[in-house]
């Protein structure tokens, strides 16, 4: 088969829920992607940071293999010998007292949502049905009818309705939008310390310790959806830790098991996830034994291969090359660690031209948001290749 049987399959027998660049990959290692007529590529997209320990990580294959051939799954019905060491090494490394495993993020997002609402009416005696969560515009948290019925994306909403109630939407970045929302009924107030999807928007400097000191004079639970921005990606373990901030409840996700298999959990205090009784909330797959190992291997290689210092230091040096470009087309060069936006102005025709011009060039970028590139690479990158991905970088950000 050539590229284009591969392309025509897809275009023929699945559904349309994507435009993907026309590039068809068969093989990954480290930050490089090889398609089918064997062409190589840097990752600048990592699966939406889902792969931040880098493509096809040979401990990660070991682990996976070696537990694919013991045990793979026995629901929640029975205990595993891994679930509790993946538990372990999570408070170990977040000081979160508890873990709740799931597999995608929005389920885990949709979990958050479960017990913060449980917890305003166990804990905070909200009266019942009552109970309100505030969110952020530009807010992009997964694609469940809850999730996408408080989008303010219209695409994302448009014929899914009728939505689920109690959910208010403010401005991000706004500190006094989060106190002016909050009435006796506000349970939690959930947000992106980075907003990844809406264009990688950085909110203002001391933004989350306001949030924080909000959250606690009127006891509301602050959740943060850390799935992209969380596990390094951002340079610091958390986003949130750019600002010394603590939130009650941690959402994490894609990095969690490295890109092999989709984990994802909700970390938490006892006080929160205490509250779940058996019965209360659950997923088949959510604390599968392969999932364990594979997470917990790569929360290893996280640490152990210092992934998150090389984010901070090669994400600066990336950011700061980035910005020195002379380019007739850029508005802004914003972002932290390895997660960083280039918005162009709208004059210059939207992201993606530029996208397929870096693909042309051995690069793989994805627009966001029509008039924002965004680099995000895997955290095993190395400054020879950032240096050598900026050369053309440059030309790109140059064409007519
Ligand atoms: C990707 C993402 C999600 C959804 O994760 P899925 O695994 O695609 O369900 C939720 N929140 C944020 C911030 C994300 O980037």
């Given at each position: 088969m050539q590229t284009s049987d591969y392309i025509a399959l897809e275009e023929q027998y699945?559904?349309?829920?994507y435009h993907p660049l026309d590039v068809v990959l068969e093989r990954g290692e480290g930050i490089w992607l090889y398609d089918t007529d064997g062409n190589k590529y840097m990752d600048c997209l990592s699966a939406y940071s889902a792969v931040n320990q880098g493509h096809c990580h040979p401990r990660l294959t070991r682990a996976m293999i070696e537990q694919a051939q013991r045990l793979t799954l026995t629901s929640r019905a029975f205990r595993n010998n891994k679930l509790g060491q993946l538990y372990q090494s999570l408070h170990h490394l977040t000081g979160y007292e508890l873990t709740l495993p799931m597999n995608s993020g929005a389920e885990a997002v949709e979990t958050a949502l479960k017990v913060a609402r449980k917890w305003g009416y166990?804990?905070?005696?909200?009266?019942?049905?009552q109970a309100e969560i505030v969110v952020c515009e530009?807010?992009?948290?997964?694609?469940?009818i809850t999730i996408v019925g408080f989008s303010s994306e219209a695409q994302y909403r448009e014929d899914f309705g009728p939505f689920p109630p109690g959910f208010k939407l403010i401005p991000y970045g706004d500190a006094q939008a989060l106190e002016a929302a909050i009435t006796p009924n506000t349970v939690a107030f959930l947000v992106e310390p980075i907003q990844g999807e809406a264009g990688v928007i950085v909110p203002p400097a001391g933004y989350l310790k306001k949030v924080r000191q909000i959250c606690d004079r009127h006891k509301v639970l602050f959740m943060a959806?850390?799935?992209?921005?969380?596990?390094?990606?951002?340079?610091?373990?958390?986003?949130?830790d750019h600002e010394d901030v603590r939130p009650d409840v941690m959402i994490i996700g894609k990095a969690l098991a490295g890109g092999f298999y989709p984990v994802s959990a909700v970390l938490s205090s006892q006080e929160v996830l205490g509250l779940?009784?058996?019965?209360d909330h659950g997923s088949t797959?959510?604390?599968n034994p392969l999932g364990a190992a594979v997470a917990l291997e790569a929360l290893a290689v996280l640490t152990e291969e210092r992934l998150i210092e090389n984010a901070r230091e090669l994400g600066e040096y990336f950011q700061e090359r980035l910005a020195e470009i002379p380019s007739p087309h850029v508005k802004e060069v914003r972002g932290k660690g390895l997660l960083i936006g280039v918005e162009l102005k709208?004059?210059?025709?939207?992201?993606r031209r530029f996208c397929e011009a870096l693909q042309q060039r051995g690069i793989l970028c994805k627009e966001t948001h029509r008039h924002v590139i965004r680099f995000a690479p895997?955290?095993?990158?190395k400054r020879e290749e950032i240096d050598w991905a900026l050369g053309h970088i440059t030309d790109v950000l140059n064409m007519e």
């Open positions: 699945g559904a349309h829920n166990r804990v905070k005696r909200v009266e019942p049905e530009g807010n992009f948290h997964g694609r469940t959806d850390e799935i992209q921005t969380g596990l390094g990606r951002t340079g610091q373990l958390f986003a949130c779940f009784r058996p019965g797959f959510g604390g709208p004059e210059a025709g939207g992201a895997p955290l095993v990158i």
